[in-house]
């Protein structure tokens, strides 16, 4: 989704800026632009297409001199990808530029009534609109016309502004859009995220919504919605220096795909303390954890798949029922909660658009929210009563791996946690799973080890335009994960089923020399995989067959067969997925798509 910039200091700007969009791609773009206060004014430049083409632009039409300005990467949602509709928006006499990364919902209103008192709209965005306030509400006093044009403003947004009669003011504006404040020496900047500030600060300043802060090279000053300043914390935060290099590997995706056990080891061993599971910062006592009576799981995408997994291991274990809903349904769903309902949020970002306001929605109606998340201090993190962070690191590729696989371990060491306050678990069985828990790192580097043995498997089957996946219990939660990771990357059609399910419709669809790639992993229902394969075969299909290491019965069924090393039951998605993340990851590299930037996607979906 869209990324914001903003910087001022005593060096050129537009270097800082170029280099902040750059690390901003990450998160999907189809054009980009930036402002900067020259001698006599703002000088805008933006495009369509990547930053390259917007590097080019400005090399032909000569730098920008100016040491602040802002600078945005737009994911198109009002308006097609093109140079006009691309942000900076200026208003009409050049005093004023924006960049904005959300939505606005009352544009149409704001746009009659501005375009009613004269001014002239030259693009189709909501954002225009901003541009155009500011400029009305203007007087001499930037920081008020800032107030002004911000509370007249629905639906969510964070914005850079700069204003020519303020050289060297930059101001931010966050709300419910992500937004941070880097804090430097002599220097100041705003940006979407920490990746794009990482290498020049690394302390940061987190606004709350309705917050927004004026900076200049000296300081960051900081401001509630009536205009008083506050005091804010700054925040150091450690930053892992190789995260956004690829460090030799072809994509970001790759790499964190190998990231794996190292990022298990940092969900699990520390939570792990004299063989208990214990999260910081967050307990519930016995009596608190029995009157929970339904817990719900929400999410988006592969987050939402991390749910589907964990929920066979919180109703194994906890015995309480788990009911999964998209976040993009449940605030439209009249759900029954009350408040012995507990809400899981899962969010590798912590900044889903749609997750967030499933979280509002059932803290409105009282319900207590436990958030999975990844990123510290993010939207989701702020608003949930509880967090139990993944400590995944900072995951680049569009495409999650680390960040889903940790997501899974973090629900089933909440499972086991939980299942303990309720007195359900015997120790032995306890005892056994963290000792299981302990062994993910380790399972996850051998599901690794099979790389050379998929990439031959991607080689024999890229060029197939469809692509099923089946599994019956966990294995059809992993067959959700690993088909979507395939047509993400890939753009090859792909369903995944419960394999019971295919022969109720979809079988339909099977037809010589499709691929059925179908997880035989649970042990008690081998048996009926081996049914649902015979069915596909039976219509010509080819199978891939994912099974656990040493079982031979596979080899009577499937025309190829992908080794998975054992584990328990309940913590099997771990090493199952990641053959299939890598087999996503080569089929689109024989493919020749761009992996870490799938086309029409975004790393963190900031609108609805
Ligand atoms: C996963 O590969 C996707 N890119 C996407 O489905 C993602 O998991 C989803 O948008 C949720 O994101 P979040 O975890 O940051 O909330």
Aim: glycine letters at 8%; hydrophobic letters at 40%; a negative charge.
């Amino acid at each position: 989704m869209c990324g914001i910039i903003g910087f001022t200091g005593t060096q050129d700007a537009l270097p800082v800026l170029l280099d902040g969009l750059t690390k901003l791609e990450y998160r999907g773009y189809d054009s980009a632009g930036v402002a900067v206060q020259v001698c006599d004014g703002i000088r805008m430049i933006k495009s369509s297409g990547q930053i390259r083409c917007l590097r080019k632009k400005i090399a032909e039409s000569g730098m920008l001199p100016g040491c602040s300005g802002i600078g945005h990467t737009r994911w198109a949602t009002h308006g097609a990808p093109t140079d006009t509709n691309a942000h900076p928006h200026m208003s009409n006499n050049g005093k004023f530029a924006v960049v904005h990364n959300g939505i606005i919902e009352n544009y149409i209103e704001l746009r009659e009534e501005l375009t009613a008192k004269g001014y002239v709209f030259s693009s189709e965005t909501d954002t225009e609109v901003i541009v155009h306030l500011l400029d009305m509400y203007y007087s001499g006093d930037c920081k008020k016309a800032v107030m002004k044009a911000a509370a007249r403003l629905q639906g969510s947004y964070a914005l850079g502004v700069i204003c020519a009669d303020f050289p060297g003011s930059v101001f931010a504006v966050k709300q419910e859009s992500p937004l941070i404040i880097g804090v430097g020496a002599g220097e100041n900047y705003f940006a979407s995220d920490v990746t794009a500030l990482a290498d020049h600060t690394k302390n940061l300043i987190y606004l709350e919504d309705g917050e927004f802060a004026e900076l200049t090279p000296v300081k960051a000053a900081v401001f509630d919605c009536t205009g008083a300043e506050i005091a804010k914390p700054i925040t150091r935060i450690v930053w892992d220096v190789g995260a956004s290099q690829k460090s030799g590997y072809d994509h970001f995706m790759l790499k964190e795909i190998y990231e794996q056990p190292r990022a298990l080891k940092a969900a699990i061993e520390p939570r792990v303390k004299n063989n208990r599971i214990t999260f910081d910062g967050f307990d519930m006592t016995n009596e608190e954890a029995r009157k929970i009576s339904k817990i719900i799981v929400t999410a988006c995408g592969s987050a939402y798949y991390a749910g589907c997994v964990g929920r066979y291991a919180i109703e194994e274990l906890c015995g309480v029922p788990v009911e999964m809903d998209y976040a993009s349904e449940l605030r439209y769903r009249s759900p029954i909660v009350d408040e012995n309902t507990l809400l899981i949020v899962i969010s590798q970002s912590g900044e889903t658009a749609d997750s967030i306001a499933a979280v509002k929605e059932l803290k409105r109606r009282g319900v207590r929210v436990l958030a999975i998340v990844n990123v510290v201090a993010s939207t989701i993190a702020n608003l949930a009563d509880n967090v139990i962070y993944t400590w995944a690191g900072p995951e680049i590729a569009v495409a999650t791996t680390k960040g889903y696989t940790t997501q899974v371990a973090a629900l089933t060491m909440f499972a086991l946690w939980f299942s303990e306050k309720l007195g359900r678990i015997s120790e032995s069985r306890y005892d056994a799973l963290v000792k299981e828990l302990l062994l993910l790192p380790g399972l996850a580097q051998r599901a690794i080890d099979l790389n050379p043995h998929i990439q031959d498997l991607a080689l024999r089957y890229h060029n197939n335009s469809s692509i099923f996946f089946i599994g019956r219990n966990i294995d059809c939660a992993v067959c959700l994960e690993g088909s979507l990771k395939l047509k993400e990357i890939s753009y090859i059609h792909s369903e995944a089923y419960a394999a019971g399910e295919l022969k109720h419709g979809t079988i339909a669809l099977i037809e010589p020399g499709r691929l059925v790639v179908a997880l035989c992993c649970h042990t008690a229902l081998f048996d009926k995989m081996m049914s649902n394969i015979r069915e596909v075969k039976a219509r010509g299909a080819e199978v891939l067959g994912v099974a656990l290491e040493g079982d031979r019965r596979i080899l009577m069924e499937a025309d190829d067969v992908i080794y998975v090393p054992k584990a328990d039951p309940l913590l099997g998605a771990i090493p199952r997925i990641i053959p299939l993340q890598l087999f996503a990851y080569y089929v689109a590299k024989c493919n020749g798509c761009d992996i870490d930037k799938p086309k029409n996607l975004a790393k963190s979906v900031t609108v609805e």
